[in-house]
């Protein structure tokens, strides 16, 4: 597959305001492995003063959080849904939260990138953030 050039993106000043009024964050693809990219993320967005929730096929338990198989199963509010997926996947977790309907922000991290899904969020009224590290990005702006 070749890559993508995020054409729907959100500027810094809307990354701030994102930050400021996001309490709950889904990481679909939260390793258990510490030294993966995802765990390294979650365990500083879990520092931050953010509630984690993992999304990932196995394990009960990742950084003290109960673990969910899906989006759907998950049965309270979650304000952003940061994904740890190929491309490809990124379709069917922007399509579980459009489903939702409960969804502030949907955000792809670095070298993660399909516009077509992002377009279609954004047309359900989600902000898209795309192809930045949620770690990287709240360390430089707080």
């Not at 198989?69 to 940061?82: A, C, H, W, Y």
């Not at 516009?115 to 990287?136: L, R």
């Amino acid at each position: 597959m070749e890559c993508e050039f995020p054409t729907i993106n959100s500027n810094s000043d809307e990354i701030k305001e994102i930050f400021e009024n996001t309490k709950t964050i889904a990481i679909a693809g939260l390793s258990p492995d510490t030294s993966k990219a995802s765990n390294m993320v979650a365990r500083y967005l879990q520092n931050a003063g953010f509630k984690i929730v993992p999304i990932y096929p196995k394990e009960e338990t990742i950084l003290g959080e109960k673990v969910y198989r899906s989006l759907e199963e998950i049965p309270f509010k979650i304000d952003m849904v940061d994904i740890f997926r190929k491309p490809v996947a990124i379709a069917s977790v922007v399509e579980a939260c459009i489903k939702r309907g409960d969804i502030d922000t949907v955000w792809t991290q670095l070298g993660l990138v399909n516009n077509e899904a992002a377009k279609k969020a954004e047309e359900s009224g989600m902000k898209v953030v795309q192809n930045k590290c949620t770690k990287i990005e709240h360390a430089n702006l707080f």
